[in-house]
């Protein structure tokens, strides 16, 4: 992709509305742009990150036997009001009325819908565990939205809900929904903490916030540091790994202001362990037993012929947040770095044009071609701006490695930079190693 074509509108100023980094930079590439309070549209290369994390989530969904459907943004205000959260929604939910005059809603979460999509069709036992998930825009009138896609009102988020035929096969559905977003948050470069979150009225300690650090964040967070420390990749998505893996969070002290106890942090955290600071929540879990199932009837039949209301759990992503917390967690001395994972591009072409020399441009064209024919995706830069004010936008834009053809390159060694890392002169062959190597 040739930038010139990109549309990709950039901007000069730091927007004065945006109070912190991803909102900043964010308006200032161009992957944003706000349609009325709360709700934006997403332009290519906004979309084309926010697609990669949402691919990223579905397969790790994937991996743990989630089965995805796609239920409807509009819903019904029936089931709402079985469940009873027609009135104790209050505000946040968006209430329409169609031509007939009947209520609908634009969904805020999908727990009343899944559970009338369950109940109509699973009737024993036998079927269960099920997770079902899906990726879909939700609507919650926000009373003060925020920090650009952070806390907006329309946000993309993935919502699976288990369901299980009692409390211990419940807890092994959430235990692998635990598990599955300990990876997806690793494989978008980011440590995310799983932190005892408040249950509510329902109670018990089935529920946890994941959180990745950030000055910004909204969320106050009491944690011992060394969960830090915990390595995932040790653990397989084996029961009993999972469960073990699950114990070693359990071992740490870590939780949201809701649940934070001085007392408690003080007696169980050592001083020089002690981390006080503040986090984005970028997913939700969460079990609630037979909260919906009961007002909504959704029950099985036991092998001894009796009926049980169906247990269920919900774990919500924020796609769209995770965007934003990705460039809080990355965008360091205004200079942004996606996880390759999550590129918009994996390497940008940066030639220094000259007027009557076209050498420059046809090495780009060449070293374009053959990465392409190689299935890495590649941005040249074909203006004609001078080298230091293509690195200042490229700063922005956050491709990981670029390929720069300048006084340091010849014709068959070409400087390679990683981002914030090192520069080394490379062959064509062994770029195009390095790049396909960090698919993996
Ligand atoms: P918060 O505590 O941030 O208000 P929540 O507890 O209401 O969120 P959940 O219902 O648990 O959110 O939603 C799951 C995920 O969806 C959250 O972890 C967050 O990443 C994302 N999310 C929730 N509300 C918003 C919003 N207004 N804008 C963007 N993302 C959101
Ligand atoms: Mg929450």
Not at 273 to 280: A, F, S
Not at 406 to 428: M, R
Request: positive net charge; hydrophobic residues 35%.
């Amino acid at each position: 992709m040739y930038l010139s074509k990109l549309f990709i509108p950039l901007l000069k100023e730091i927007p004065s509305e945006a109070k912190i980094k991803s909102h900043q930079l964010m308006l200032r590439t161009g992957m944003i742009k706000q349609s009325s309070t709360g709700i934006y549209s997403w332009l290519p290369l906004g979309f084309k990150i926010m697609k990669k994390i949402e691919q990223i989530v579905r397969e790790e969904q994937n991996k743990i036997g989630a089965q995805e459907l796609l239920m409807p943004t509009i819903q019904s205000a029936e089931i709402w009001k079985e469940s009873g959260r027609y009135d104790d929604y209050g505000e946040e939910m968006l209430r329409i009325k169609d031509r007939q005059g009947k209520e609908m809603l634009y969904g805020p979460t999908n727990e009343e819908l899944i559970t009338e999509i369950f109940r109509a069709s699973v009737k024993s036992y036998k079927s269960l565990p099920q997770l079902l998930y899906h990726i879909q825009w939700k609507f919650r009138d926000e009373l003060r939205p925020r920090f650009g896609v952070m806390r907006c009102k329309e946000f993309f988020m993935k919502d699976a809900y288990s369901f299980d035929v009692n409390d211990e096969e419940a807890k092994k559905s959430y235990n692998k929904m635990f598990f599955a977003y300990l990876n997806t948050f690793k494989r978008l470069g980011l440590t995310a903490i799983p932190m005892a979150a408040d249950t509510g009225p329902i109670g018990g300690d089935l529920s946890h916030e994941f959180i990745i650090l950030a000055e910004t964040g909204e969320s106050k967070i009491y944690s011992d540091k060394r969960i830090f420390d915990i390595d995932i990749s040790k653990h397989s998505s084996e029961e009993k790994s999972i469960q073990d893996l699950r114990k070693k969070y359990d071992e740490f002290y870590a939780v949201t202001d809701d649940k934070y106890k001085k007392e408690d942090f003080e007696k169980k955290v050592k001083k020089e362990n002690q981390l006080v600071t503040k986090g984005i929540e970028v997913g939700h879990i969460f079990y609630f037993g037979d909260k919906y199932s009961k007002p909504l009837k959704c029950s099985v039949d036991l092998k001894d012929g009796k009926k049980v209301n169906v247990k269920m759990g919900s774990y919500g992503v924020g796609v769209s947040r995770l965007v934003a917390a990705i460039i809080e967690a990355k965008f360091n001395n205004n200079i942004m770095r996606w996880p390759e994972s999550v590129s918009p591009f994996d390497v940008a072409i940066i030639p220094s044009l000259k007027k009557n020399d076209k050498s420059n441009q046809e090495k780009a064209e060449k070293i374009c071609s053959f990465l392409l024919k190689n299935k890495i995706d590649v941005l040249l830069d074909d203006t004609d701006e001078h080298l230091s004010a293509k690195f200042k936008k490229f700063d922005l834009i956050g491709i990981p490695y670029q390929i720069i053809l300048g006084s340091k390159s010849s014709d068959d060694k070409f400087e390679f930079k990683e981002v914030n890392g090192k520069t080394e002169s490379l062959s064509l062959e062994d770029i195009k190693n390095k790049l396909l190597n960090n698919r993996s």
